[in-house]
């Protein structure tokens, strides 16, 4: 299974970007997809998470600026990013929660780094 995470870059204040993460290999059923990030100096954290059923989580900080949909029929999970801030600086990961011939199991992608600065 590999996950191919794309859409990273550098953004200007309050600009916005989209991450894209498509989920392929032996793949029966994709239970959760998800964002993670990371920034320097701290651990890493949920961003937002969406179920198969289009049921979705997020992170207070970034609740009314991101939005994470999904296209089941591609295996790909999306975050549309707007009014990105400094402090949204990270490596983004994706994240997938999925069953296969190994049972179900977390795999994670290479991460994209955002960069948010003028």
């Known amino acids: 299974v590999q996950l191919q995470a794309s859409g990273g870059g550098l953004v200007q204040p309050g600009g916005s970007l989209r991450l894209s993460c498509a989920a392929s290999g032996s793949i029966f059923s994709i239970n959760v997809m998800g964002w993670y990030r990371q920034a320097p100096g701290k651990q890493r954290e949920l961003v937002a998470a969406i179920t198969s059923g289009g049921s979705t989580n997020s992170a207070d900080s970034v609740k009314g600026r991101f939005t994470i949909s999904r296209d089941n029929a591609k295996n790909t999970v999306y975050l549309q990013m707007n009014s990105l801030k400094p402090e949204d600086t990270a490596v983004y990961y994706c994240?997938?929660?999925?069953?296969?011939?190994?049972?179900?199991?977390?795999?994670w992608g290479q991460g994209t780094l955002v960069t948010v600065s003028s």
């Open positions: 994240n997938a929660v999925l069953r296969n011939w190994s049972g179900t199991r977390s795999y």
